[in-house]
């Protein structure tokens, strides 16, 4: 089973609906969480990142965490043509350092 | 603030060739990585460096030695290049429990 596992998609959605990008992971240790984008050719970026259950709004993002179900996923609402790329889901336990990537998820927002 | 910089970009390198991927960060942060990046595999860690001074393997070390030089810079040594090895690199640093910043990778061609 790999650490970090997401759907690599590809999600396609129409240009102001919500996408919803999901990602679980296998240590139960993981304390950080984090969703990067990533465009094509490019480096990926931080979007969000989330330390505690529950959900976490950044205009039009929400992450949403349940340690419980070893669970973390991505809301991108009035998803537009823009938040084309791949997401990235990455997970650190306590105190640690060595950040796990899952495969990533590509999304397509649709004109 | 140029943030995590790489060098070279780019690289072709034959089989059995050395190269050094070098890596420096201007954020002063304690934390330094390595990944690969293969279609449909995401982010592998390499190798990282929790604080300066010290070094761990992380999922792919084989083949590769990575040298903290100083807080700043963090290289990756590929000592005889095999085809496998073709990927994209990217470097990384972090504060603890904190987000990565990544440089624009290295695309290498093994050939």
């Known amino acids: 089973q790999k650490e970090v596992e997401q759907n690599s998609g590809p999600l396609s959605v129409p240009e102001g609906a919500i996408a919803s990008l999901n990602c679980t992971y296998s240590?139960?240790?993981?304390?950080?969480f984090f969703w990067y984008r990533q465009y094509s050719g490019k480096s990926p970026e931080l979007i969000m990142f989330?330390?505690?259950?529950g959900d976490k709004e950044d205009g039009r993002f929400t992450a949403q965490l349940n340690k419980a179900s070893q669970y973390v996923s991505l809301l991108i609402r009035d998803s537009q043509p823009s938040d084309s790329a791949t997401y990235l889901c990455a997970v650190r336990p306590t105190g640690g350092f060595k950040t796990i990537f899952g495969a990533g998820t590509r999304l397509f927002v649709k004109a | 603030n140029a943030g995590v910089t790489q060098t070279p970009k780019f690289q072709v390198l034959k089989t059995g060739q050395s190269m050094t991927l070098q890596c420096a960060q201007d954020m002063n942060h304690n934390s330094m990585y390595w990944y690969r990046q293969d279609p449909g595999m995401g982010l592998r860690l390499i190798y990282y460096?929790?604080?300066?001074?010290?070094?761990d393997k992380g999922e792919v070390p084989n083949g590769y030695n990575v040298s903290r030089l100083n807080k700043r810079e963090f290289s990756l040594r590929l000592e005889s290049a095999a085809p496998s090895q073709t990927s994209v690199y990217f470097c990384?640093?972090?504060?603890?429990?904190?987000?990565?910043?990544f440089g624009q990778g290295t695309r290498l061609t093994v050939v």
């Open positions: 990384a640093s972090s504060r603890v429990n904190t987000e990565a910043f």
């Open positions: 989330i330390y505690s259950n």
């Open positions: 240590d139960r240790g993981s304390q950080s």
């Open positions: 460096s929790a604080s300066e001074g010290t070094t």
